[in-house]
């Protein structure tokens, strides 16, 4: 029973966490997604139309007419859903088409589509390793990652972050298991570095390894065609499983895959818990998922915008004076390094008409605070000329431009 005496200490608990100043609250918005969205903050506020500069939108396609108008389609041919899982009577042959055209895209041998990237992530181990084998993941890899080891009974090893020679020891380490697995992302979530994926695959030749690569954050966009970390390593071809998600720059909406060896992903369809007991994908976001391959494989002009558009912002930020994550990628964190800094300054920012979310633990360590700022395909010049406009201000009247990591916490705490 759910005692009052149980209840206050669920409420005390809360109170400890607004008290800290890392208390998550959502944002209401209302309107489709894009550059510019309609936001309702705190609840119950009047409406306020603010630039967004934290979505995974990173193609701009989650409102593409094209795509709205496919998902349209795939409404009043196919229905609204399956009710079923994939292996009962839930697989159209959309799901097949879907596939193949993943699995051409990302350069693979099949594809198996799931209800969504994290779903994929905690599938996959469990379905093709056993207690004879490994995994070596590097210490920076996403949580959803981290909940699928976890479910999987093959032994559990790390490497510190992209450290070449750290992995090295670790696969010399491990020679008597069955198998070894290298677990990466290829887009690092939170940092916006890319994985050394060329020199993990020269070490995965070396010691005889699979490698296993998320490319949520890649999936679109990175590579000169947008395939991903491995294309744009020069290694595609060489990677044994990538799981990826078709929620962010593949049309955001939902659903996930594990695409790779043949092998590999036939023990996905047999084994993995996810796929064989959750919804298939509903078709409208089949739909929808097949017209945005059909849009990124014709042309790579979304792909490069975003790169010019994550090169000027990075720019206008250093200039600016703030402390950010080097990179190639979209993902350009600006570091704060105290939780409370964090969420301070994205309401200020919100004031000023920009949508940016502060982080911090546990989504990232304690003492590395920040707000994520991303890109996309969808913001103009004139967004982002906004936007530093806003971040300037705000970064003036807390004292951070020009200021590094030990400046900052002397100022405002870890």
Not at 40 to 60: D, R
Request: net charge neutral; proline share 2%; hydrophobic share 40%.
């Amino acid at each position: 029973m759910f005692s009052d005496k149980c209840r206050q200490s669920y409420i005390n608990e809360l109170n400890g966490i607004k008290q800290q100043g890392i208390f998550k609250q959502e944002r209401f918005i209302h309107a489709p997604q894009g550059a510019e969205i309609e936001v309702e903050f705190p609840a119950g506020a009047s409406t306020k139309k603010v630039i967004n500069m934290c979505a995974n939108n990173y193609l701009g396609l989650s409102s593409h007419p094209e795509v709205v108008k496919a998902a349209h389609e795939g409404l009043d041919v196919r229905g609204y859903g399956m009710s079923s899982v994939r292996f009962i009577c839930g697989t159209q042959d959309i799901h097949r088409q879907l596939e193949n055209k993943l699995t051409e895209f990302l350069g693979t041998e099949d594809t198996l589509l799931f209800p969504s990237c994290m779903d994929a992530n905690a599938g996959v181990f469990e379905a093709v390793l056993t207690d004879q084998d490994v995994m070596i993941a590097d210490r920076l890899v996403h949580a959803s990652i981290v909940d699928g080891m976890r479910l999987c009974k093959a032994a559990q090893d790390t490497y510190k972050h992209s450290d070449m020679e750290h992995l090295e020891a670790k696969l010399q380490e491990h020679q008597d298991k069955r198998n070894r697995m290298i677990i990466t992302d290829g887009v690092f979530s939170m940092d916006g570095d890319l994985a050394k994926l060329d020199k993990i695959v020269e070490l995965a030749e070396k010691y005889d390894a699979m490698v296993f690569v998320d490319e949520s954050h890649a999936s679109g966009f990175i590579g000169k065609t947008g395939r991903g970390t491995h294309e744009h390593c020069g290694v595609l071809g060489h990677i044994d499983i990538i799981t990826t998600t078709l929620g962010k720059a593949l049309g955001g909406a939902s659903g996930g895959c594990v695409s790779g060896r043949r092998e590999l992903v036939e023990l996905c369809r047999q084994r993995a818990r996810p796929y064989l007991f959750s919804n298939t994908v509903a078709p409208v976001i089949v739909y929808g998922a097949l017209k945005v391959m059909d849009l990124i494989s014709k042309t790579t002009e979304r792909r490069d915008k975003l790169e010019q558009n994550t090169i000027y912002w990075r720019k206008l930020l250093k200039d600016a004076g703030f402390d950010i994550k080097e990179g190639e990628s979209p993902i350009v964190p600006v570091m704060l390094y105290n939780a409370k800094l964090a969420q301070d300054i994205a309401t200020d920012l919100y004031a000023e008409g920009i949508y940016a979310i502060g982080f911090f633990f546990p989504v990232v360590p304690k003492g590395q605070a920040r707000i994520r700022t991303q890109l996309s395909a969808a913001h103009e010049k004139h967004h982002l000329d906004k936007a530093i406009e806003a971040f300037t201000k705000v970064g003036k009247k807390y004292n951070v431009l020009g200021k590094g990591k030990k400046e900052i916490i002397e100022m405002y705490g870890m």
